[in-house]
Protein backbone atom coordinates (compact mmCIF):
# COMPACT_ATOMS: atom_id res chain seq x y z
CA UNK A 1 0.00 0.00 0.00
CA UNK A 2 2.80 2.63 0.42
CA UNK A 3 4.36 2.12 -2.44
CA UNK A 4 1.31 2.37 -4.26
CA UNK A 5 0.45 5.11 -2.24
CA UNK A 6 3.79 6.99 -3.37
CA UNK A 7 3.43 6.26 -7.03
CA UNK A 8 -0.65 8.13 -6.74
CA UNK A 9 1.11 11.06 -5.02
CA UNK A 10 3.54 11.74 -7.72
CA UNK A 11 0.61 10.66 -10.17
CA UNK A 12 -1.58 13.73 -8.46
CA UNK A 13 1.50 16.22 -8.75
CA UNK A 14 2.24 15.85 -12.17
CA UNK A 15 -1.68 16.08 -13.07
CA UNK A 16 -2.47 19.04 -10.29
CA UNK A 17 1.07 20.93 -10.91
CA UNK A 18 -0.40 22.48 -14.13
CA UNK A 19 -3.54 23.95 -12.09
CA UNK A 20 -0.88 25.94 -9.46
CA UNK A 21 1.34 26.82 -13.58
CA UNK A 22 -1.43 28.03 -15.18
CA UNK A 23 -1.01 31.64 -14.48
CA UNK A 24 2.40 31.30 -15.11
CA UNK A 25 1.95 29.78 -18.20
CA UNK A 26 -0.64 32.62 -19.13
CA UNK A 27 2.27 35.10 -18.61
CA UNK A 28 5.49 33.01 -20.53
CA UNK A 29 7.23 35.83 -22.37
CA UNK A 30 6.38 35.06 -26.17
CA UNK A 31 3.84 31.99 -25.97
CA UNK A 32 0.59 34.53 -25.68
CA UNK A 33 -1.34 31.78 -24.21
CA UNK A 34 -4.93 32.41 -23.39
CA UNK A 35 -7.14 30.84 -21.09
CA UNK A 36 -8.77 28.23 -23.64
CA UNK A 37 -5.54 27.45 -24.94
CA UNK A 38 -3.99 26.70 -21.77
CA UNK A 39 -7.13 25.15 -20.97
CA UNK A 40 -6.97 22.44 -23.51
CA UNK A 41 -2.75 21.88 -22.36
CA UNK A 42 -4.52 21.41 -19.69
CA UNK A 43 -6.79 18.17 -21.30
CA UNK A 44 -3.98 16.48 -23.62
CA UNK A 45 -2.44 14.95 -20.40
CA UNK A 46 -6.15 13.63 -19.21
CA UNK A 47 -6.44 12.65 -22.63
CA UNK A 48 -3.13 10.32 -23.15
CA UNK A 49 -4.73 9.50 -19.40
CA UNK A 50 -7.79 8.09 -20.58
CA UNK A 51 -5.73 5.67 -23.63
CA UNK A 52 -3.16 5.02 -20.76
CA UNK A 53 -6.16 3.53 -18.38
CA UNK A 54 -8.12 1.91 -20.84
CA UNK A 55 -4.78 0.25 -21.99
CA UNK A 56 -3.42 -0.95 -18.79
CA UNK A 57 -6.56 -1.85 -17.25
CA UNK A 58 -6.54 -4.85 -20.23
CA UNK A 59 -3.24 -5.14 -19.68
CA UNK A 60 -2.79 -5.94 -16.26
CA UNK A 61 -4.72 -8.52 -15.89
CA UNK A 62 -2.63 -10.25 -19.02
CA UNK A 63 1.13 -8.75 -17.92
CA UNK A 64 0.55 -8.61 -14.07
CA UNK A 65 0.14 -5.21 -11.85
CA UNK A 66 3.73 -5.54 -10.83
CA UNK A 67 5.17 -4.84 -14.76
CA UNK A 68 2.38 -2.15 -15.22
CA UNK A 69 3.07 -0.26 -12.25
CA UNK A 70 7.17 -0.27 -13.29
CA UNK A 71 6.42 0.90 -16.99
CA UNK A 72 4.11 3.69 -15.92
CA UNK A 73 6.64 4.79 -13.28
CA UNK A 74 9.72 5.18 -15.67
CA UNK A 75 7.33 6.54 -18.15
CA UNK A 76 5.69 9.46 -16.99
CA UNK A 77 8.65 10.58 -15.39
CA UNK A 78 10.58 10.35 -18.02
CA UNK A 79 8.35 12.69 -19.89
CA UNK A 80 7.77 15.40 -17.31
CA UNK A 81 11.53 16.17 -17.76
CA UNK A 82 10.14 16.80 -21.29
CA UNK A 83 7.95 18.96 -20.03
CA UNK A 84 9.58 21.20 -18.00
CA UNK A 85 12.20 21.58 -21.18
CA UNK A 86 9.64 22.18 -23.54
CA UNK A 87 10.29 25.57 -25.66
CA UNK A 88 6.61 26.03 -26.94
CA UNK A 89 3.33 25.84 -26.06
CA UNK A 90 2.63 22.82 -28.87
CA UNK A 91 5.56 20.46 -27.24
CA UNK A 92 4.02 20.90 -23.84
CA UNK A 93 0.78 20.02 -25.07
CA UNK A 94 2.56 16.68 -26.87
CA UNK A 95 4.84 15.76 -23.45
CA UNK A 96 1.55 16.14 -21.66
CA UNK A 97 -0.22 13.93 -23.78
CA UNK A 98 2.63 11.39 -23.06
CA UNK A 99 3.25 11.77 -19.48
CA UNK A 100 -0.60 11.00 -19.69
CA UNK A 101 -0.25 7.70 -20.54
CA UNK A 102 1.93 6.20 -17.74
CA UNK A 103 -0.03 8.39 -15.30
CA UNK A 104 -3.07 6.66 -16.63
CA UNK A 105 -1.63 3.51 -16.69
CA UNK A 106 -0.69 3.00 -13.01
CA UNK A 107 -4.27 3.65 -11.59
CA UNK A 108 -5.89 0.97 -11.90
CA UNK A 109 -3.07 -1.65 -11.10
CA UNK A 110 -2.32 0.58 -7.80
CA UNK A 111 -5.80 0.26 -7.02
CA UNK A 112 -6.08 -3.31 -7.52
CA UNK A 113 -3.44 -4.45 -5.69
CA UNK A 114 -4.25 -2.28 -2.98
CA UNK A 115 -7.34 -4.04 -2.61
CA UNK A 116 -6.04 -7.09 -2.92
CA UNK A 117 -3.66 -6.81 -0.05
CA UNK A 118 -6.27 -5.20 1.96
CA UNK A 119 -8.05 -7.17 4.78
CA UNK A 120 -11.50 -8.15 3.59
CA UNK A 121 -13.21 -5.61 5.87
CA UNK A 122 -11.04 -2.95 5.38
CA UNK A 123 -10.61 -2.30 2.08
CA UNK A 124 -12.86 0.71 1.23
CA UNK A 125 -10.14 2.23 3.86
CA UNK A 126 -7.08 0.99 2.66
CA UNK A 127 -7.88 2.30 -0.95
CA UNK A 128 -8.73 5.27 0.76
CA UNK A 129 -5.54 6.00 2.84
CA UNK A 130 -3.56 5.01 -0.48
CA UNK A 131 -5.51 7.15 -2.91
CA UNK A 132 -5.57 10.54 -1.09
CA UNK A 133 -1.78 9.89 -2.20
CA UNK A 134 -3.40 12.11 -5.24
CA UNK A 135 -4.25 15.03 -2.79
CA UNK A 136 -1.25 14.65 -0.87
CA UNK A 137 0.19 15.33 -4.48
CA UNK A 138 -1.83 18.14 -5.15
CA UNK A 139 -1.32 19.34 -1.70
CA UNK A 140 2.65 19.05 -2.57
CA UNK A 141 1.97 20.88 -6.25
CA UNK A 142 0.51 23.83 -4.26
CA UNK A 143 3.22 24.10 -1.75
CA UNK A 144 6.21 24.07 -4.67
CA UNK A 145 4.24 27.07 -6.67
CA UNK A 146 3.79 28.56 -3.52
CA UNK A 147 7.60 28.30 -3.26
CA UNK A 148 9.08 28.68 -6.62
CA UNK A 149 6.27 29.89 -9.36
CA UNK A 150 6.60 33.45 -8.56
CA UNK A 151 10.26 33.99 -8.38
CA UNK A 152 10.88 30.61 -11.12
CA UNK A 153 7.84 30.21 -12.85
CA UNK A 154 6.17 26.94 -14.24
CA UNK A 155 9.38 24.87 -15.45
CA UNK A 156 10.86 23.74 -11.94
CA UNK A 157 7.54 22.63 -10.97
CA UNK A 158 7.28 20.46 -13.86
CA UNK A 159 10.69 19.18 -13.28
CA UNK A 160 9.75 18.40 -9.57
CA UNK A 161 7.22 15.85 -11.44
CA UNK A 162 10.27 13.53 -12.18
CA UNK A 163 11.19 12.68 -8.50
CA UNK A 164 9.70 9.28 -8.94
CA UNK A 165 12.77 8.37 -10.97
CA UNK A 166 15.04 8.37 -8.01
CA UNK A 167 12.43 7.97 -5.04
CA UNK A 168 9.69 4.96 -6.02
CA UNK A 169 11.13 3.47 -9.40
CA UNK A 170 14.04 1.66 -6.81
CA UNK A 171 11.77 0.47 -3.99
CA UNK A 172 8.91 -0.77 -6.24
CA UNK A 173 11.66 -2.86 -8.33
CA UNK A 174 12.87 -4.16 -5.09
CA UNK A 175 9.86 -4.48 -2.81
CA UNK A 176 6.75 -4.28 -4.94
CA UNK A 177 4.96 -7.89 -4.86
CA UNK A 178 2.84 -9.46 -7.96
CA UNK A 179 -0.88 -9.89 -7.47
CA UNK A 180 -1.71 -13.19 -5.75
CA UNK A 181 -4.78 -13.54 -7.57
CA UNK A 182 -2.78 -13.60 -11.14
CA UNK A 183 0.16 -15.70 -10.19
CA UNK A 184 -2.97 -18.23 -9.26
CA UNK A 185 -4.75 -17.50 -12.44
CA UNK A 186 -1.38 -18.22 -14.84
CA UNK A 187 -0.51 -21.30 -12.77
CA UNK A 188 2.58 -19.69 -10.46
CA UNK A 189 1.01 -21.39 -7.25
CA UNK A 190 3.97 -21.98 -5.59
CA UNK A 191 4.56 -17.62 -6.23
CA UNK A 192 0.75 -16.73 -4.97
CA UNK A 193 2.06 -19.24 -1.70
CA UNK A 194 4.84 -17.49 -0.87
CA UNK A 195 2.99 -14.24 -1.49
CA UNK A 196 0.09 -15.01 0.37
CA UNK A 197 2.27 -16.22 3.51
CA UNK A 198 4.39 -13.14 3.33
CA UNK A 199 0.99 -10.18 3.33
CA UNK A 200 -1.20 -12.52 4.95
CA UNK A 201 -3.38 -12.79 2.48
CA UNK A 202 -6.10 -15.22 2.67
CA UNK A 203 -5.44 -17.73 -0.40
CA UNK A 204 -8.56 -20.02 -0.03
CA UNK A 205 -10.61 -17.01 -0.63
CA UNK A 206 -8.63 -15.98 -3.51
CA UNK A 207 -9.10 -19.10 -4.93
CA UNK A 208 -12.92 -19.15 -4.44
CA UNK A 209 -13.38 -15.83 -5.90
CA UNK A 210 -11.25 -17.26 -9.10
CA UNK A 211 -13.24 -20.56 -8.85
CA UNK A 212 -16.45 -18.20 -8.58
CA UNK A 213 -15.19 -15.80 -11.55
CA UNK A 214 -14.66 -19.28 -14.19
CA UNK A 215 -15.83 -19.76 -16.69
CA UNK A 216 -18.79 -17.51 -16.44
CA UNK A 217 -16.02 -14.86 -16.05
CA UNK A 218 -12.83 -14.57 -17.58
CA UNK A 219 -10.34 -12.09 -17.69
CA UNK A 220 -10.63 -9.45 -20.41
CA UNK A 221 -12.73 -6.33 -21.16
CA UNK A 222 -15.76 -8.17 -22.48
CA UNK A 223 -16.85 -9.75 -19.07
CA UNK A 224 -17.76 -6.19 -18.30
CA UNK A 225 -20.56 -6.15 -21.36
CA UNK A 226 -22.01 -9.28 -20.49
CA UNK A 227 -25.59 -9.90 -19.21
CA UNK A 228 -25.28 -9.02 -15.39
CA UNK A 229 -22.92 -6.56 -15.50
CA UNK A 230 -23.31 -4.23 -18.58
CA UNK A 231 -25.93 -2.14 -16.51
CA UNK A 232 -23.18 -1.38 -13.87
CA UNK A 233 -19.96 -1.26 -15.93
CA UNK A 234 -22.06 1.38 -17.90
CA UNK A 235 -22.83 3.35 -14.36
CA UNK A 236 -19.56 3.26 -12.69
CA UNK A 237 -18.76 4.62 -16.33
CA UNK A 238 -20.68 7.98 -16.15
CA UNK A 239 -19.89 8.05 -12.33
CA UNK A 240 -16.52 8.33 -12.91
CA UNK A 241 -16.87 10.51 -15.74
CA UNK A 242 -18.75 13.33 -13.51
CA UNK A 243 -16.86 12.78 -11.03
CA UNK A 244 -13.01 12.89 -12.66
CA UNK A 245 -14.74 16.08 -14.44
CA UNK A 246 -15.27 17.79 -11.32
CA UNK A 247 -11.32 16.63 -10.15
CA UNK A 248 -9.65 18.29 -12.88
CA UNK A 249 -11.64 21.43 -13.56
CA UNK A 250 -11.23 22.66 -10.39
CA UNK A 251 -8.20 21.38 -9.84
CA UNK A 252 -6.85 23.14 -12.71
CA UNK A 253 -9.14 26.33 -12.57
CA UNK A 254 -9.52 26.80 -8.86
CA UNK A 255 -6.08 29.41 -8.84
CA UNK A 256 -7.78 31.39 -11.47
CA UNK A 257 -11.31 31.58 -10.80
CA UNK A 258 -10.30 33.18 -7.08
CA UNK A 259 -7.70 35.26 -8.95
CA UNK A 260 -10.73 36.70 -11.10
CA UNK A 261 -12.79 37.02 -7.61
CA UNK A 262 -10.40 39.34 -6.49
CA UNK A 263 -7.77 37.08 -4.41
CA UNK A 264 -3.88 37.62 -4.95
CA UNK A 265 -1.80 34.62 -6.26
CA UNK A 266 -0.85 33.46 -2.68
CA UNK A 267 -4.51 33.10 -1.36
CA UNK A 268 -5.74 31.87 -4.83
CA UNK A 269 -2.97 28.95 -4.61
CA UNK A 270 -3.73 28.72 -0.87
CA UNK A 271 -7.71 27.46 -1.86
CA UNK A 272 -6.18 24.94 -3.91
CA UNK A 273 -3.95 23.70 -1.05
CA UNK A 274 -7.06 23.56 1.11
CA UNK A 275 -8.90 21.64 -1.77
CA UNK A 276 -6.67 18.88 -1.89
CA UNK A 277 -6.33 18.71 2.27
CA UNK A 278 -9.99 18.54 2.55
CA UNK A 279 -9.66 15.58 -0.13
CA UNK A 280 -7.58 13.83 2.25
CA UNK A 281 -9.19 14.25 5.40
CA UNK A 282 -12.89 13.40 3.67
CA UNK A 283 -11.96 10.55 1.45
CA UNK A 284 -10.53 9.05 4.63
CA UNK A 285 -13.52 9.18 6.69
CA UNK A 286 -15.72 8.88 4.01
CA UNK A 287 -14.36 5.40 3.29
CA UNK A 288 -14.45 4.57 7.10
CA UNK A 289 -17.77 5.27 6.67
CA UNK A 290 -18.18 3.33 3.29
CA UNK A 291 -16.65 0.29 5.29
CA UNK A 292 -19.60 0.46 7.48
CA UNK A 293 -22.59 1.31 5.80
CA UNK A 294 -21.75 0.61 1.97
CA UNK A 295 -19.94 2.21 -0.89
CA UNK A 296 -23.23 3.26 -2.45
CA UNK A 297 -25.01 5.51 -0.04
CA UNK A 298 -21.65 7.59 1.61
CA UNK A 299 -20.60 7.62 -2.69
CA UNK A 300 -24.46 9.28 -2.97
CA UNK A 301 -24.08 11.82 -0.32
CA UNK A 302 -20.39 12.85 -1.18
CA UNK A 303 -21.84 13.70 -4.67
CA UNK A 304 -24.58 15.39 -3.21
CA UNK A 305 -22.43 17.54 -0.77
CA UNK A 306 -19.95 18.77 -3.51
CA UNK A 307 -23.16 19.69 -5.66
CA UNK A 308 -23.99 22.38 -2.80
CA UNK A 309 -20.70 23.35 -1.86
CA UNK A 310 -20.44 24.65 -5.67
CA UNK A 311 -22.84 26.50 -5.34
CA UNK A 312 -21.91 28.04 -2.40
CA UNK A 313 -18.52 28.94 -3.96
CA UNK A 314 -20.70 30.57 -6.51
CA UNK A 315 -21.63 33.05 -4.25
CA UNK A 316 -19.89 36.16 -2.89
CA UNK A 317 -19.68 35.17 1.07
CA UNK A 318 -17.23 35.83 3.52
CA UNK A 319 -13.48 34.51 3.12
CA UNK A 320 -14.20 31.99 5.91
CA UNK A 321 -17.19 30.28 4.49
CA UNK A 322 -15.40 30.24 1.14
CA UNK A 323 -12.66 28.14 2.74
CA UNK A 324 -14.93 25.52 4.28
CA UNK A 325 -16.67 24.87 1.41
CA UNK A 326 -13.53 24.42 -0.93
CA UNK A 327 -12.93 21.86 1.83
CA UNK A 328 -15.59 20.01 1.54
CA UNK A 329 -16.01 20.49 -2.36
CA UNK A 330 -12.51 18.75 -2.20
CA UNK A 331 -14.14 15.40 -0.15
CA UNK A 332 -17.06 15.98 -2.66
CA UNK A 333 -14.30 15.81 -5.75
CA UNK A 334 -11.08 13.99 -5.32
CA UNK A 335 -12.61 12.26 -2.30
CA UNK A 336 -16.25 11.00 -4.18
CA UNK A 337 -13.72 9.77 -7.00
CA UNK A 338 -12.27 7.51 -4.81
CA UNK A 339 -15.00 6.20 -2.91
CA UNK A 340 -16.04 5.02 -6.78
CA UNK A 341 -12.57 3.52 -7.17
CA UNK A 342 -13.16 1.59 -4.17
CA UNK A 343 -17.21 0.88 -4.84
CA UNK A 344 -15.54 -0.55 -8.23
CA UNK A 345 -12.83 -2.83 -6.64
CA UNK A 346 -15.19 -4.49 -4.69
CA UNK A 347 -18.27 -4.71 -7.09
CA UNK A 348 -16.12 -6.72 -9.72
CA UNK A 349 -14.59 -10.14 -8.47
CA UNK A 350 -10.75 -9.81 -8.88
CA UNK A 351 -9.92 -11.65 -12.33
CA UNK A 352 -11.63 -8.66 -14.03
CA UNK A 353 -10.83 -6.03 -10.84
CA UNK A 354 -8.34 -4.02 -13.34
CA UNK A 355 -9.88 -4.52 -16.17
CA UNK A 356 -12.99 -2.77 -14.51
CA UNK A 357 -10.87 -0.24 -13.07
CA UNK A 358 -9.45 0.63 -16.02
CA UNK A 359 -12.76 1.01 -17.78
CA UNK A 360 -14.46 3.14 -15.56
CA UNK A 361 -11.22 5.54 -15.32
CA UNK A 362 -10.63 5.47 -18.82
CA UNK A 363 -14.36 6.20 -19.61
CA UNK A 364 -13.74 8.90 -16.42
CA UNK A 365 -10.83 10.55 -18.55
CA UNK A 366 -13.43 11.76 -20.64
CA UNK A 367 -14.83 13.80 -18.03
CA UNK A 368 -11.16 14.68 -16.62
CA UNK A 369 -10.60 15.66 -20.56
CA UNK A 370 -14.33 18.35 -20.41
CA UNK A 371 -13.20 19.62 -17.00
CA UNK A 372 -10.42 21.69 -18.34
CA UNK A 373 -11.71 22.85 -21.74
CA UNK A 374 -15.09 23.74 -19.90
CA UNK A 375 -13.43 26.33 -17.65
CA UNK A 376 -11.35 27.89 -20.23
CA UNK A 377 -14.44 28.55 -22.45
CA UNK A 378 -16.19 29.97 -19.67
CA UNK A 379 -13.38 32.06 -18.31
CA UNK A 380 -12.43 33.19 -22.31
CA UNK A 381 -16.36 33.64 -22.69
CA UNK A 382 -16.40 36.44 -19.87
CA UNK A 383 -19.59 35.72 -18.60
CA UNK A 384 -18.48 35.35 -15.20
CA UNK A 385 -16.64 33.34 -12.94
CA UNK A 386 -19.63 31.82 -11.34
CA UNK A 387 -20.41 29.99 -14.20
CA UNK A 388 -18.25 27.53 -13.94
CA UNK A 389 -19.44 26.51 -10.37
CA UNK A 390 -22.79 26.12 -11.62
CA UNK A 391 -21.42 24.16 -14.26
CA UNK A 392 -19.46 21.93 -11.97
CA UNK A 393 -22.57 21.59 -10.27
CA UNK A 394 -24.15 19.54 -12.38
CA UNK A 395 -22.34 16.60 -13.02
CA UNK A 396 -22.06 16.15 -9.26
CA UNK A 397 -25.72 16.07 -9.00
CA UNK A 398 -25.91 13.47 -12.09
CA UNK A 399 -22.91 11.59 -10.18
CA UNK A 400 -25.35 11.12 -7.22
CA UNK A 401 -28.14 9.68 -9.33
CA UNK A 402 -25.76 7.73 -11.24
CA UNK A 403 -24.48 5.72 -8.25
CA UNK A 404 -27.67 5.63 -7.06
CA UNK A 405 -29.09 3.47 -9.97
CA UNK A 406 -25.94 1.04 -9.32
CA UNK A 407 -27.83 -2.24 -9.23
CA UNK A 408 -27.00 -4.56 -5.95
CA UNK A 409 -27.97 -7.88 -7.07
CA UNK A 410 -24.86 -9.00 -8.82
CA UNK A 411 -22.45 -8.33 -5.71
CA UNK A 412 -24.80 -9.63 -3.27
CA UNK A 413 -25.57 -13.00 -5.65
CA UNK A 414 -21.49 -13.13 -6.29
CA UNK A 415 -20.92 -12.63 -2.70
CA UNK A 416 -23.48 -15.31 -1.85
CA UNK A 417 -22.23 -17.85 -4.40
CA UNK A 418 -18.89 -16.97 -3.12
CA UNK A 419 -19.53 -17.94 0.65
CA UNK A 420 -21.34 -21.65 -0.64
CA UNK A 421 -18.35 -22.68 -2.80
CA UNK A 422 -16.17 -21.87 0.14
CA UNK A 423 -18.72 -24.03 2.59
CA UNK A 424 -18.54 -26.87 -0.10
CA UNK A 425 -14.53 -27.16 -0.30
CA UNK A 426 -13.93 -27.22 3.23
CA UNK A 427 -16.82 -29.89 3.81
CA UNK A 428 -15.71 -31.73 0.80
Known amino acids: MGLCFLTIVFDGYDLIVYGSAVPSLLAEP??????????????????????????AGALTDQAGRRRIMLAGITWFSVM????ALAPNAGLLGLFRFLAGLGLGG?????????VEYAPRGRRQLYNALMFVG?????????????????????????????????IVLPLAWRFLPESVSYLLAKGRDGDALIQARRYGVDLDAVR????????????????LFQRGSLTATLLFGAASFCGLLLVYGLNTWLPQLMRQAGYPLGSALAFLLVLNLGAIVGGVLASLLADRF????????????????????????????????????????VGTQILVNGFVAV?????VRATALGWALGV????????????????ASGIGFEWNFYGFAVPALAGALLIGLIPRALRRRTATTASELTVRTETT
Open 106 to 114: VIPSAIALT
Open 364 to 379: GRAGAIVGPLFGGWVL
Open 294 to 333: GPKPVTVSAFLLATVCLLVLSQRVNEAVLFAAVGVAGLGS
Open 30 to 55: GWSLGPAQAGAIGSYALMGMLIGALG
Open 80 to 83: MVAC
Open 134 to 166: YSVGGVLAAVCALALAADHGWRPLMAIGAAPLL
Open 208 to 223: AELSVATPRVSAGPRT
Open 347 to 351: HYPAP
